[in-house]
């Protein structure tokens, strides 16, 4: 009987263990940080909308990776129609609005350009986002814990820790990358015009040298008729 009884206790631990694991990945998978690029052709304007809850917070980080100017015309506004911030011909900005019940809408224009698609990249933090699901829900699934020398509570709290940071060094990635993006097209733009004005500077150099030698010949030639 005791070896029995040792047998049940050890699987009501696994079955413990394993059931964390399981709702701990399950939590792992909502994220509440999301980003995207698309291309703003000349002359053009694009909204999005973000639905938020009351005494949310929203964050919104944008950048122009491409395109002449690399400037655009940004703007948020309120489920009531009121413009929160806007930005006129800047090629980055980070804005944080602490939020009501709505939809907002946040645009991008590029209106005032004529020949120039704009790639942009941006980003969205939401912060204090309620879900449906209770985050404590996961300790009705967890028995036979006390027997474990360590609480499950502190394990979450670690676990929730470390999502947190690894989430935050995402982001920061995901910004960086952006970053990198940019100033490489940048370079590239550069690499073109240099190399389009040398080819234009070396023809007028030919061509210059082409007349000079043309005036300095010339000047000894003889003109003078001879008479036999």
Not at 94 to 120: L, P, Q, R
Request: proline fraction near 1%; aromatic fraction near 12%; glycine fraction near 4%.
């Amino acid at each position: 009987m005791e070896v029995v009884r040792v047998f049940l206790c050890v699987l009501s631990v696994f079955v413990a263990l394993l059931s964390e694991r399981f709702v701990v990945l399950a939590a792992f998978s909502q994220s509440l940080d999301s980003d995207f690029t698309f291309s703003l052709p000349a002359g053009r304007k694009e909204c999005f909308y973000q639905t938020m809850k009351k005494d949310a917070s929203l964050e919104i980080e944008y950048q122009v990776l491409d395109g002449a100017g690399l400037d655009v015309d940004f703007y948020i506004s309120s489920p009531s129609g009121q413009v929160l911030f806007s930005d006129y011909r800047k090629s980055d900005g980070v804005h944080t609005v602490e939020t009501e019940d709505g939809d907002y809408m946040f645009c991008f224009d590029n209106t005032f350009s004529a020949v120039s698609e704009k790639i942009i990249f941006f980003e969205l933090i939401l912060d204090n986002m309620e879900t449906d699901e209770d985050p404590d829900d996961w300790k009705e699934y967890v028995h036979g814990t006390d027997i474990l020398d360590m609480k499950l509570e502190d394990i979450m709290d670690t676990i929730n820790s470390v999502k947190a940071r690894l989430g935050k060094s995402l982001q920061v990635q995901t910004v960086l990358r952006a970053f990198e993006a940019r100033d490489r097209n940048l370079q590239e733009s550069n690499f073109d015009r240099v190399n389009f004005w040398s080819i234009v500077n070396l023809i007028v150099m030919v061509c210059v040298s082409g007349v000079q030698v043309y005036l300095v010949r010339s000047l000894f030639e003889d003109k003078r008729k001879v008479r036999t």
